[in-house]
């Protein structure tokens, strides 16, 4: 996988996302163990479409490598998610 | 840090868009006695005691959010729909901004000290000796302190030698700068109104987030449905507010149901002009002090607990209030609306007649949200960016000196008097004394800029993103241009 095999993280900054928590999001990087932060490739996202059609409830969204999303995102189920993705990473 | 209170600001933050996304549709009325159902299932665990619980705060917190305070409840049985019918017909904003709700606040204990199990009932039992009451006596395991003599001085705490004398605060009363906010015997919490600032720091503070904020939005979108011209007056705090540039925003703004966005800053502005043209008048004529007034919550606690102070409060209206003028000038017929962090904003808007409502961050956020507006995606409008830089940075602490003093610069030939400007921020008991001793000449400096906020208006209680943050953006800003 290009990108030195790194973990996509996506965060969503669209309005709906940041006003229902985001906002603290977009300081994961800070938050990350710098092994972990390595191996991460943070983006921040204008709107991942989650929430359309009213289903904003899960907001925020984070979605990692573009399959996994986290909904009711938090920094602590993101990192927690994010090392659970890595340990699969290295097992395969 | 990620703020403490995150659970409870994504609650509150919900529910304003189910409510607004409601009465955009026109569908609150059968949808509103079953959000807290909706949002509360039982097959799913309760964040308080049980759902029913949380079901009834999130009732009391709709309440709030259509306009109405705990004080106003007399049947308990009375539908929220019911409410929402009185809300629509309101012609008047309500007077008071702020209630506790019962059931959710907790009831924090009484005595503000505490024995912990890390007491070993030593035999030196200095902390017996080292109280002046004789509150603490020695069981067999362990010390315990009789709270009806407990007098909180706090001395046991520094005596023991195991640290086990522990100090646990109530959040909301550590927090208030003015002690409005007091327990009843129940223990629960209620706000005195002829002591409160409605400064919003409870509302913060409050970990349960019992404290509720009375809203106007239910009249705001009334204005907009009735196609009338609403005009958001925007504080200059809200830069950094939104993931999205001014231009954005002003879209955004548009888009959700506002004519115009007029800027504050362009009221900060004369308030800066004027404001320094009274320090000169004042200084020539003799006096030693005078004080900004742009925050509502420390003018309400000159007028209710610092009465000294008062002949040195500045005459000159708050960008707000020019703002408003400003608008009512252009179209007297537009309804204008405030937006910004603060809550005691709303009580400033009560005594003005121009400025007709006043929305928060968080509920502008809501609103957007309830519209689908992305901000992000927007091209943006083109906007004139008229607004003086210095006026920009009146949302950050020490931006209105700057702008007096970028104002006094300007001379107009005679030579401006020295100005020995101080800052007090936050407005806290600390400074609440100090506050006095300045009002009696007690100590040096003949300019006070006092924000009741940490950081100024930018850590009010209703920004959405944090001090520092929300700061650095506005001051960044304030420079660029
Ligand atoms: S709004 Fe401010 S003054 Fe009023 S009770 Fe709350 S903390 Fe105290
Ligand atoms: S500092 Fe600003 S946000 Fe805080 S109470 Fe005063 S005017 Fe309102
Ligand atoms: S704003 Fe995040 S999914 Fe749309």
């Given at each position: ?42 983006v ?23 399959r996994?999303?986290?909904e ?11 090392k ?9 | ?22 009465e ?9 006695d079953?959000?807290p ?113 407990c ?10 030698p ?8 109530i ?25 409160c ?26 204005a ?57 008048e ?37 960008p ?107 407005l ?54």
């Amino acid at each position: 996988m290009g990108n030195g095999s790194k973990l996509k993280v996506e965060i969503c900054l669209g309005t709906t996302c940041f006003i229902l928590g985001a906002s603290e999001l977009q300081d994961l990087a800070q938050y990350l163990e710098p092994e972990l932060l390595d191996r991460v490739d943070i983006v921040g996202r204008t709107c991942l479409g989650f929430c359309k059609d009213r289903k904003f409830d899960g907001a925020p969204f984070v979605r990692l490598d573009e399959r996994v999303v986290i909904e009711r995102a938090t920094v602590t189920r993101v990192t927690e998610k994010i090392k659970a993705m890595l340990k699969e990473k290295d097992a395969e | 840090m990620p703020s403490m209170n995150n659970a409870a600001e994504r609650v509150r933050r919900e529910l304003l868009i189910r409510v607004i996304r409601g009465e955009l549709d026109g569908t609150l009325d059968q949808e509103i006695d079953r959000i807290p159902i909706v949002m509360r299932p039982s097959d799913q665990p309760a964040s308080r005691c049980c759902v029913y619980k949380d079901r009834a705060v999130l009732k009391y917190r709709l309440m709030g959010i259509l306009g109405f305070g705990v004080e106003d409840e007399t049947d308990e049985a009375k539908p929220l729909r019911e409410y929402l019918a009185e809300a629509r017909l309101r012609r008047e904003p309500p007077r008071e901004v702020l209630s506790v709700a019962p059931v959710a606040c907790y009831g924090c204990i009484e005595s503000h000290y505490v024995i912990t199990n890390a007491c070993r009932a030593c035999f030196a039992r200095p902390c017996t000796f080292s109280c002046p009451k004789q509150a603490i006596t020695v069981g067999p395991k362990q010390a315990e302190i009789d709270h009806s003599k407990c007098i909180d001085c706090g001395k046991c705490t520094t005596v023991c030698p195991y640290k086990a004398i522990i100090r646990v605060p109530i959040p909301c009363e550590e927090a208030c700068p003015t002690g409005a906010i007091r327990k009843d015997e129940s223990g629960r919490e209620w706000i005195n109104f002829d002591t409160c600032i409605s400064c919003g720091k409870c509302l913060k503070a409050c970990p349960f987030s019992a404290v509720l904020e009375r809203s106007q939005i239910i009249e705001v979108i009334r204005a907009m449905k009735e196609g009338r011209r609403v005009v958001a007056m925007v504080a200059p705090a809200i830069i950094g507010q939104f993931p999205a540039t001014l231009e954005q925003l002003a879209e955004g703004l548009r888009m959700a149901g506002f004519s115009d966005m007029l800027e504050v800053a362009s009221g900060a502005e004369l308030t800066a002009r004027n404001e320094a043209k009274e320090f000169f008048e004042r200084m020539e004529r003799g006096d030693h002090l005078m004080t900004s007034s742009c925050c509502p919550a420390y003018v309400e606690a000159v007028r209710k607990l610092i009465p000294e102070m008062k002949k040195f409060v500045s005459d000159t209206p708050s960008p707000m209030g020019y703002s408003g003028r400003l608008a009512k000038e252009q179209d007297p017929e537009c309804v204008t609306v405030f937006i910004g962090p603060c809550v005691a904003k709303r009580k400033e808007a009560c005594s003005d007649p121009n400025v007709d409502y006043v929305m928060t961050f968080e509920e502008l956020g809501a609103l957007f949200a309830a519209r689908e507006i992305n901000l992000g995606t927007l091209e943006g409008l083109k906007l004139k960016r008229e607004a003086d830089p210095y006026a920009r940075g009146f949302g950050a602490g020490c931006g209105v000196t700057a702008a007096i003093l970028h104002e006094m610069s300007g001379g107009e030939g005679q030579t401006p008097p020295r100005i020995d400007g101080k800052l007090i921020n936050p407005l806290d008991r600390k400074n609440m004394r100090l506050l006095k001793l300045h009002a009696l000449g007690k100590l040096p400096g003949n300019f006070l800029e006092v924000m009741a906020c940490e950081g100024g208006c930018v850590g009010g209680p209703c920004a959405l993103v944090d001090a520092e943050k929300g700061g650095a953006a506005v001051r960044k800003l304030a420079h660029e241009e």
